[in-house]
């Protein structure tokens, strides 16, 4: 079993920055799809980018431009750079993963394992 810790949630500005981490519990390395998800209060949890085994990565078109996920395989850390800030990226943001060599799906049900949350709040 994965677990998964989430961090670097807070409150800012419109315009400002936040870097979120997802410290997992075992190596990631070469063997997970993972994925940073989130949530508005009264909307469905949407999937804002995702990481494949090899690195690939995917970002959603609503933070396209803005948001940047990467990973530090030797921390097994998962992160989610993000920038220029707007009151819409408010939400819960989730850190997903499952074991999967090479094939990543970008939809909630494909992941088997998730953070607690970290809430996001732009103002």
């Known amino acids: 079993h994965v677990q998964l810790v989430e961090s670097g949630g807070g409150s800012v500005q419109a315009g400002g920055s936040l870097r979120l981490s997802c410290a997992a519990s075992e190596s990631t390395y070469r063997s997970m799809c993972m994925a940073w998800f989130r949530q508005a209060p009264g909307s469905q949890r949407e999937t804002v980018a995702t990481?494949?085994?090899?690195?690939?990565?995917k970002v959603a078109g609503s933070v396209k431009g803005r948001f940047t996920i990467s990973q530090d395989s030797a921390k097994n850390t998962l992160y989610l750079q993000m920038n220029s800030l707007k009151p819409e990226d408010t939400a819960m943001y989730y850190c997903?993963?499952?074991?999967?060599?090479?094939?990543?799906?970008?939809?909630?049900?494909?992941?088997?394992?998730w953070g607690q949350g970290t809430q996001v709040t732009v103002s």
């Open positions: 990481v494949d085994s090899i690195g690939v990565t």
């Open positions: 997903a993963a499952r074991r999967s060599r090479g094939y990543c799906d970008a939809t909630q049900n494909f992941f088997n394992y």
